[in-house]
């Protein structure tokens, strides 16, 4: 039963995703990769269609999910199930446990989750380094770098660099975007 | 019934304009309700903040959820909530339908190739930005390696292992530090 298994999936993603932004990034993409939802490139060109786009990137993938794999209905029950689990705790939190961020105990249970979230974020990158970049998928397969992609990645980084330094601030998402599609165009169309 | 309705239209709006993720959307907010409207305090906004960071789910939700509450009751959050959630659906839905179309297009699938290194990048600069912020002590450097260690170890080896047993460790690790403490204070008495 699809439609259940795609809400059931994005509550547990709605329920456990701390940190904010990438902060869902790893549930997410295991999520859809063991369900054979997205391979690990369409799960990439997902993330960067989603920071196109207005919306949180759990909401974004919800959507877009639920309409490839069970059309409007899936994409609505994806969605409700990945925004339900925020709307039943907050409304607890305002209506009746108005001190909970005040408990020591919520508060120790966050400290060690903080760390761990920027963890996930890190090891996620990390993962997607050595696979898109290095070819690396696990110990059963043999290393096939790909100098384009390694190219274009220490373009993006020595850019960055550039930028912060000139205008004292992080370049925008969106640009970057933009500046890598026109890099691939350059890259893999010669 | 007028109040709901402000709502609806103000969040349609913040969820058609955030583009980024939740933190873009903090300051928006705060404009539109704690400066323009008045219709929250200051330090029941910077509350709403926290709140929404520390819980489950995306800060765009957590937001409109309470501050629809706080300002409408159950009806405030609902329209607040559905209200930020349609831009976005409606957006996703239909780049749903024509991307695969668009991916086999053959210059926008070698203009990919380059946004596939790029979401590489991002997520990589997010991280480390995390990482500055956040407190230098042991407890944190000790839950950080383990789990880059242990992640990284479960995709060499291909060993399936998920993302929730280690945020529930990790908590459990957090919990387990203060009773310690806890009990150690209360030996020393």
Redesign the interface.
Known sequence: MIYLKLFLNFL?I?????????G????VR?TVI?NGWLTE?EF??F??????????????MA??IG??QGG?LG?FLA?LG??L???I???L???VLKN??KY???N??????????????????????????LGF????SALAPDP??IL??AI??LT?FGYKRIKKT?P???I??L???????L???V | MRKEWTLFLTFLKI?????????AMIALLENEFVERKKWIEKDDFL?MV?????????????SA??IG??IAG?FG??AA?VAV?I???T???C???F?DQF?SLT?VS???????????????????K??KS?KRNA??TV??????VA??AC????V?F???Y??L???????A???LKKLRKGNDN
Do not use: D
């Open positions: 547990m709605g329920a456990l995703s701390f940190g904010g932004g990438y869902m990034v790893s549930l295991e063991s490139n990439l060109n993330i960067a269609v989603s920071e196109s786009t207005p919306g949180p990137l759990a909401v974004n959507t877009f309409s490839t409007i994409s969605t990945v925004v689990p925020s709307f705790i907050i409304l939190i305002a209506a909970l961020m020591a105990g919520v120790a249970f966050l400290s060690g989750v903080r760390p761990c979230v920027i963890a996930m974020i890190l090891a996620t990158a990390i993962g997607m380094a050595i696979s898109t970049l998928a696990n110990i059963h384009k992609s274009v990645f993006l980084w960055h992080a925008s998402p969106i970057m975007i500046f890598s599609a026109a890099l691939g165009m890259l893999w169309g | 969820g058609a304009f955030t583009f980024g993720g939740g933190y509350n926290a709140i929404a960071e520390s819980t489950p789910g995306p800060v765009a939700i957590n959820t309470y509450y706080k159950l959050a609902a909530t959630c831009p976005s659906f957006v996703i839905f780049i749903s339908l991307f991916l210059w070698r203009a990919f190739r380059g946004i596939q290194v790029c979401v590489i990048y991002l997520i990589s600069f997010a991280g480390l995390m990482l956040i407890f944190n839950i950080l390696l383990s789990v880059i992640m990284l995709t060499v080896f291909a399936s998920s993302s929730v280690y945020i460790i990790c908590g459990t690790a957090g919990l530090i203060f009773f």
